[in-house]
């Protein structure tokens, strides 16, 4: 089968080896930030492994962002969580979203001088959080939020940039709720998932109007989407990738390939994706990498 290569985008600059990164993603601009505290320590989990938890509380943390060539540092002040997700906003600010130091969840904004402007509750169990350039924030979630919390019941929010609830995502008749987001896509005014338990494709425009496509593939673990164009990778571990075009109500599988690291080595393992329009950007869980696959 055809393979694909990724493409590096931004790497984690080697200064920063010693510290630990909380959270990583790439943002509505392309820029790779990196969330990192400078003392933490190291919790087990029942299943093996472990985790990364901030020393105490409150806590300064830095955010190092890169576009591939410059990089920025800045520091955010008086942290009182362990975020599992950030993104930045329009005006030079940050949401970090996690849990506290008694594992309350709970959302906060930083401005640009690195304070905190803001708390917030987006709910639990929370798949991702992505953020666009025109002040729209859009909030995934999986079932252990969605069954018990009734922020988190919509599985799909959208806030203003200020961290107010805006929509929630309510299915048509005859449509299957969402209970876990698997694969999620945000660009200027839109967000795009695929759902279990019946996949279909959603599109949710921010002034409120939702289109769903039928979809064929189960289970992707990210998208990329560009007109009437779509790619789906799928989440087996094998770099699956579905080229897709969109009708007005389903979607089309068009060519099939297999994405590989940028040197043509397999993509296997643990990956996260976060997608970005027409960009679908790719980091192995082993390192600190961003790459990018684009339509």
């Known amino acids: 089968?055809?393979?694909?290569?990724?493409?590096?985008?931004?790497?984690?600059?080697?200064?920063?080896?010693?510290?630990?990164?909380?959270?990583?993603?790439?943002?509505?601009?392309?820029?790779?930030?990196?969330?990192?505290?400078?003392?933490?320590?190291?919790?087990?989990?029942?299943?093996?492994?472990?985790?990364?938890?901030?020393?105490?509380?409150?806590?300064?943390?830095?955010?190092?962002?890169?576009?591939?060539?410059?990089?920025?540092e800045r520091v955010l002040r008086g942290v009182d969580l362990r975020p599992s997700h950030l993104d930045t906003l329009p005006n030079e600010r940050v949401l970090l979203q996690g849990r506290t130091a008694d594992h309350a969840g709970g959302a906060q904004i930083y401005g640009r001088d690195?304070?905190?402007?803001?708390?917030?509750?987006?709910?639990?169990?929370?798949?991702?959080?992505?953020?666009?350039?025109?002040?729209?924030?859009?909030?995934?979630?999986?079932?252990?939020?969605?069954?018990?919390?009734?922020?988190?019941?919509?599985?799909?929010?959208?806030?203003?940039?200020?961290?107010?609830?805006?929509?929630?995502?309510?299915?048509p008749p005859g449509v299957a709720y969402i209970d876990t987001v698997y694969a999620f896509n945000v660009d200027d005014r839109m967000a795009w998932a695929v759902y279990y338990p019946t996949f279909p494709l959603l599109q949710a425009h921010a002034d409120g109007r939702v289109r769903l496509r039928r979809n064929p593939l189960g289970r992707p673990s990210g998208l990329a989407v560009h007109g009437d164009r779509l790619l789906l990778l799928g989440c087996d571990g094998t770099g699956s990738l579905h080229y897709c075009r969109?009708?007005?109500d389903e979607v089309v599988v068009v060519d099939e390939a297999v994405l590989t690291r940028p040197d043509g080595g397999p993509l296997r393992g643990r990956i996260q994706t976060v997608g970005r329009g027409r960009h679908l950007y790719v980091r192995p869980a082993s390192g600190w990498t961003w790459h990018v696959l684009s339509l």
Do not use: K
Request: charged residues 20%; proline residues 5%.
């Open 1 to 72: 089968m055809r393979q694909v290569a990724l493409l590096s985008h931004a790497r984690l600059p080697r200064q920063y080896d010693d510290r630990q990164v909380l959270a990583t993603t790439v943002d509505a601009w392309g820029r790779a930030q990196w969330f990192l505290c400078p003392q933490v320590g190291l919790v087990p989990v029942t299943h093996g492994g472990h985790y990364a938890r901030p020393s105490r509380y409150p806590y300064d943390g830095v955010l190092v962002s890169s576009d591939g060539t410059a990089v920025r």
């Open 114 to 171: 690195g304070r905190r402007r803001r708390s917030f509750d987006m709910g639990t169990a929370v798949e991702q959080v992505l953020a666009d350039r025109h002040h729209h924030l859009w909030s995934a979630y999986f079932d252990e939020g969605v069954y018990v919390d009734p922020i988190s019941a919509s599985g799909l929010v959208r806030w203003d940039s200020g961290g107010n609830r805006q929509w929630g995502y309510s299915a």
């Open 246 to 248: 969109l009708t007005d």
